[in-house]
Each structure stands twice: as structure tokens, then as C-alpha cells.
């Protein structure tokens, strides 16, 4: 089974720099389709980025386009997300997501895609 832990969440000024990790751990099962999703206080869970299994792929919605970079290194097992240019607005709590079903499509920007998820770290940017 494929269990998800991230880390490298915490407090930064507006402009700074943050960089998440999500590590996998796991015999059976591939993470193939990896992603990050947040959520802040009063509102929904949203899409933040994708990545297909080889790292190839990628997706991010579009306010942190040109701020946010998503990777992975399957050799540890790792995902991150690399999050420049913070804002206030970013705050929330993220996790981290895999799903275990080989494939790449756009049907990953949903939550429902993903079936193994993390606890989240909290971020928080302040002005």
C-alpha cells in the first residue's frame, strides 16, 4: 500500500519561498499520476498541480502559472513543489496526492482522481 507524507510547510513573507515535499512509501503499488491540492479556511479544496509518472507531464492551475513548479523524483519516492513569488493568497493547508491507476488525462485536476492522499502541511504567507 502507498502512503504519503509532506513536510516543508510553514510561515513566509509575501515575495518569499517555500518548498514542499511529499514522500511515498509503498511495495505494491505505482504512484503513478501525482498532485498537489489546497485548501483554505471557508472554501472548497482546489487544484494546484499534476504530474505524470515519468515527470513529462504537467499541470497547474492557473494562478500559480509562472510561480509554482511541480516535480518528482521517482528514485526517492519523492514529489515537490516548488513554490516561488508567494502570496498572501496561497495560504492554505496542502496535500499531496497519488493515484495508483496508470494513465495521464486532464480527469486529474479532480480530487476523486487520487486515491492515496497525505495529511497536508500548512502554509502561510503573510503580508
Known amino acids: 500500500q502507498v502512503q504519503l507524507v509532506e513536510s516543508g510547510g510553514g510561515l513566509v513573507q509575501a515575495g518569499g519561498s517555500l518548498r514542499l515535499s511529499c514522500a511515498a512509501s509503498?511495495?505494491?503499488?505505482?504512484?503513478?499520476?501525482m498532485g498537489w491540492f489546497r485548501q483554505a479556511p471557508g472554501k472548497v479544496r482546489e487544484f494546484v498541480a499534476a504530474i505524470n509518472w515519468s515527470g513529462g507531464i504537467t499541470d497547474y492551475t492557473d494562478s500559480v502559472k509562472g510561480r509554482f513548479t511541480i516535480s518528482r523524483d521517482n528514485a526517492k519516492n519523492t514529489m515537490y513543489l516548488q513554490m516561488n513569488s508567494l502570496k498572501p493568497e496561497d495560504t492554505a493547508v496542502y496535500s499531496c496526492?497519488?493515484?495508483?491507476?496508470?494513465?495521464?488525462?486532464?480527469?486529474?485536476?479532480?480530487?476523486?482522481?487520487?486515491?492515496?492522499w497525505g495529511q497536508g502541511t500548512q502554509v502561510t504567507v503573510s503580508s
Open positions: 509503498g511495495r505494491t503499488f505505482v504512484t503513478y499520476t
Open positions: 496526492a497519488a493515484s495508483t491507476t496508470p494513465g495521464w488525462n486532464t480527469g486529474f485536476r479532480s480530487s476523486g482522481a487520487y486515491n492515496r
